[in-house]
């Protein structure tokens, strides 16, 4: 059933909105689920209180692999 609807709506993802004094932005990563998306913008939050961070889903058709990127080296995100 899960492959019928990615393949009918596309696949679930995570990503996290950056609220900055009105001004929204979207992170660099993306997260297949919403924990681990909540658990990364939790560390994100931590000791900054100048901005609010959302946890937002959508879907796509086409395939992206979460990534993330760690200063110079990019590697593939497990969740």
């Not at 658990?39 to 100048?50: F, I, L, P, T």
């Not at 086409?62 to 990127?69: A, G, H």
């Amino acid at each position: 059933m899960k492959k019928i609807i990615e393949r009918l709506f596309g696949r679930k993802y995570y990503a996290v909105i950056v609220d900055y004094m009105g001004f929204a932005s979207l992170s660099a990563e993306l997260w297949l689920s919403k924990e681990s998306a909540k658990s990364a913008a939790k560390k994100m939050q931590d000791g900054r209180s100048q901005y609010t961070l959302h946890v937002v889903s959508f879907r796509s058709r086409r395939e992206f692999l979460p990534e993330v990127i760690n200063r110079n080296n990019i590697r593939y995100a497990e969740d």
